[in-house]
């Protein structure tokens, strides 16, 4: 069973930073690409930003390009976002996700998210 569980979100002001971190069981987390993927109130889910297996590549939505950074440490079966310069906008949850580094990955291999609240 994907258990992804994604932690490290809060309150902060427009402008400040976040770390994302995600801990991941119950697959091969190295030989998985992984997603973060946001959802804001009342919105469709949109993805953020991907990263290969091996940490090698990574891709990023345009709207957070230059601002955020996705990595992984496949030692310690985690995934994290650094974001910086962050927008009222960028506010929801944000969930990492088993699968394709380019698209929304299914449902049910989402894990639990965490929330992300940015004040103007």
């Known amino acids: 069973e994907v258990q992804l569980q994604a932690s490290g979100g809060g309150l902060v002001q427009a402008g400040g930073s976040l770390s994302l971190s995600c801990v991941a069981s119950g697959f091969t987390f190295e030989a998985s690409s992984m997603t973060w993927v946001h959802q804001a109130p009342g919105k469709e889910a949109e993805w953020v930003a991907g990263i290969n297996r091996g940490g090698e590549n990574t891709a990023y939505n345009e709207s957070v390009k230059g601002r955020f950074t996705i990595s992984r440490d496949n030692a310690a079966n985690t995934l994290f976002l650094q974001m910086n310069s962050l927008k009222p906008e960028d506010t929801g949850n944000y969930y990492c996700?088993?699968?394709?580094?380019?698209?929304?990955?299914?449902?049910?291999?989402w894990g639990q998210g965490t929330l992300v609240t940015v004040s103007s």
């Open positions: 996700a088993k699968g394709s580094m380019l698209v929304i990955p299914i449902r049910r291999n």
